[in-house]
């Protein structure tokens, strides 16, 4: 054991949402009721979707949807305060957008990050959870954590609450591993720049959501003499609904409507707004590329290549290239590219914490659907024997509604649960 003290709260991943928690419990701490609490994130430092900060590439949600704006506009901590540490308000007022690039919320993000150095410990991958006392009452869990990467150190933490926060793994094509020309859209920075110097002249891109239209246009734009081959299982690329009534699926009062109601009304309100986020795309976006395509059409100097209706059939090293095979599915015929490198832009699995649960496992309650119960408060529901705290930020889609695992809600889902914290701890 290396902490001698035992941690109120064991935080597994430092992304928004337990940044955004760090500074709930930090400006809900005072002199007589004080949280002790450390995050602890398997990445080197802080980064928030590296692989895609596409150089103009926008946030989809507003700056007042920041880390803390939501739960107090006072924070010191608000993109605006940002702002004002760089001196550069004003000319974003200027700019008169609501959607801050991603490469500058980024920035943001790892400024406050960079507030809260003494409580993470980085290069710290959580490999597990158990109880720290054994097979009665849980007073405790012991955090075992890898420290300093794959063949890193097991250090362990005592904590009386838990909060998992770990976000989604990328999902790839089933039996299509990533190697150096099969990247998931997460790696489309780190890919494009390894092969950069290879020259490469062909690309496909597997996708109809945002990532995949970003890295259609980004690849286009970065490589001016290469081919972009954009395949869809859809016609073509759908607007993201912004739209104001619906966008209320966002709306704190939301996840109280979607926690209270049945599983078939949960499953309805899902259908009716997946629109708002899944597999769809900017509309300044797809102009944007039908546009491009269209001078093409005009010039007779196509690059860009959109293969509707179509799958990928096959991905096979062809010398030092990748032999591509898509099929359109109307009429079964098929399409082979030699492309230098495959992006799949085809979403994110939001992890499942229970392989991290150790002997907690099989105390924890599941749905029908296997998935982990939380409660209201996003506490793992459990046997009453565990009497510490298990709470999952970010995979109770099903349970609390759409906007779990984005950012519109990080800063009053980070309050409520410092509250929860606060509350049962001081
Ligand atoms: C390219 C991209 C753009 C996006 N843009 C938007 C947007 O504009 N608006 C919006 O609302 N949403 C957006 N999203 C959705 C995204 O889910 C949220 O922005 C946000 O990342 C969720 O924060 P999080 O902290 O839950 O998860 P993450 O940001 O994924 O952070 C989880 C962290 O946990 C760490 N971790 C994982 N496992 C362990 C472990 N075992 N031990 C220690 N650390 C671990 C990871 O390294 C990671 O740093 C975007 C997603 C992507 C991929």
Redesign the pocket.
């Known amino acids: 054991m290396d902490a001698d003290a035992v941690l109120d709260v064991a935080g ?7 940044l955004a928690l760090a500074i709930a419990l930090d400006e809900m701490d005072s002199a007589d009721k004080a949280v002790t609490a450390r995050f ?4 080197e430092r802080f ?3 590296r692989g ?1 900060l596409i150089e103009g590439a926008t ?3 507003s700056f007042l949807k920041d880390l803390v704006t939501m739960r107090n506009p006072t924070s010191r901590f608000s993109f605006l305060s940002f702002l004002h540490t760089y001196g550069r308000v004003v000319d974003f007022a200027n700019t008169k957008t609501f959607f801050p690039l ?1 490469t500058e919320f980024h920035e943001y993000l790892a400024w406050a990050a960079g507030q809260f150095e003494n409580r993470v410990s980085y290069q ?4 597990g959870i158990n109880s720290a006392t054994g097979p009665g009452d849980v007073e405790a869990v012991d955090v075992s954590v890898r420290v300093g990467g794959r063949d890193g150190t097991l250090r362990t933490h005592r904590a009386r609450n838990v909060v998992i ?4 793994r990328p999902r790839m094509p089933e039996g299509l591993p990533e190697s150096e020309r099969i990247w998931h859209s ?1 790696r489309l920075l780190d890919g494009a720049q390894a092969i950069a110097a290879k020259e490469p002249s062909s690309f496909v891109v597997l996708g109809s959501g945002q ?1 995949a239209a970003e890295a259609v246009d980004y690849l286009h734009r970065e490589f001016p003499d290469a081919q972009v081959h954009s395949v869809h299982s859809r016609y073509g690329y759908s607007v993201a609904d912004d739209s104001a009534f619906a966008n209320a699926i966002f709306n704190p009062e939301a996840v109280d409507h979607h926690f209270a109601a049945s599983e078939n009304v949960r499953q309805s309100l899902h259908a009716y707004h997946a629109n708002t986020n899944y597999s769809v795309v900017d509309e300044d976006l797809i102009r944007r590329l039908f546009r491009t395509s269209y001078l093409e059409s005009v010039t007779g100097r196509r690059r860009l290549h959109f293969h509707k209706i179509s799958r990928l059939v096959e991905a096979a090293p062809s010398g030092d290239r990748l032999r591509v095979v898509i099929e359109f599915l109307p009429d079964g015929s098929t399409t082979t590219i030699e492309a230098d490198a495959l992006v799949c832009a085809t979403g ?1 699995l939001r ?1 499942d914490p229970g392989p ?1 649960l150790g002997d907690l496992l099989p105390r924890c309650r599941r749905d029908g659907q296997g998935r982990l119960l939380l409660d209201r408060n996003r506490r793992v529901v459990t046997h009453e024997s565990v009497k510490c705290g298990i709470y999952v ?2 995979s109770g889609e099903n349970s609390h509604g759409l906007s779990e ?4 809600l990080t800063a009053v889902r980070a309050g409520e649960l410092a509250e929860v914290l606060t509350k049962e701890l001081v």
């Open positions: 597994v991943g430092f992304g928004p949402a337990n602890f994130e398997a990445q980064g928030w979707h895609m946030m989809q949600v991603r710290s991958e959580v490999v926060a770990v976000g989604g997460s990532s994110y992890a991290l930020l970010g695992t984005l950012l519109s």
